[in-house]
């Protein structure tokens, strides 16, 4: 079983800056990526920016310069969003997805947090 677990969400006003984490745990052999994806209200699910084992990143290009994806240097299962610059068109749920290797996916799993709400005000 594999647990994702986001958290730093919340309010801040346009202009601003917020760090959001995200951990997985559980029965992991090892993880080939870890991304944060987002949904805004009415809208579909988008992605923000993902992290490869061997560090590769991505990023959306609305995200581009705005947004870093990070990996704790002692945790490979801890990841961070560092997003600077908010806008109002920020506001969504944020998701962590880690794709993960177990006993009983060799190749791995999509696993996806239940997702961190982020309000820019203007």
């Known amino acids: 079983q594999v647990q994702v677990v986001e958290s730093g969400g919340g309010l801040v006003q346009a202009g601003g800056s917020l760090r959001l984490s995200c951990a997985a745990s559980g029965s992991i052999f090892g993880i080939n990526s870890m991304g944060w994806y987002r949904q805004a209200p009415g809208k579909q699910r988008e992605l923000v920016a993902t992290i490869t084992s061997g560090g590769s990143t991505n990023y959306a290009d609305s995200m581009k310069g705005r947004f870093t994806i990070s990996r704790d240097n002692a945790k490979n299962t801890v990841v961070y969003l560092q997003m600077n610059s908010l806008k109002p068109e920020d506001t969504a749920v944020y998701y962590c997805?880690?794709?993960?290797?177990?006993?009983?996916?060799?190749?791995?799993?999509?696993?996806w947090g239940k997702g961190t709400l982020v309000t820019v005000s203007s």
């Open positions: 997805n880690a794709n993960v290797v177990s006993a009983s996916h060799y190749y791995g799993m999509d696993y």
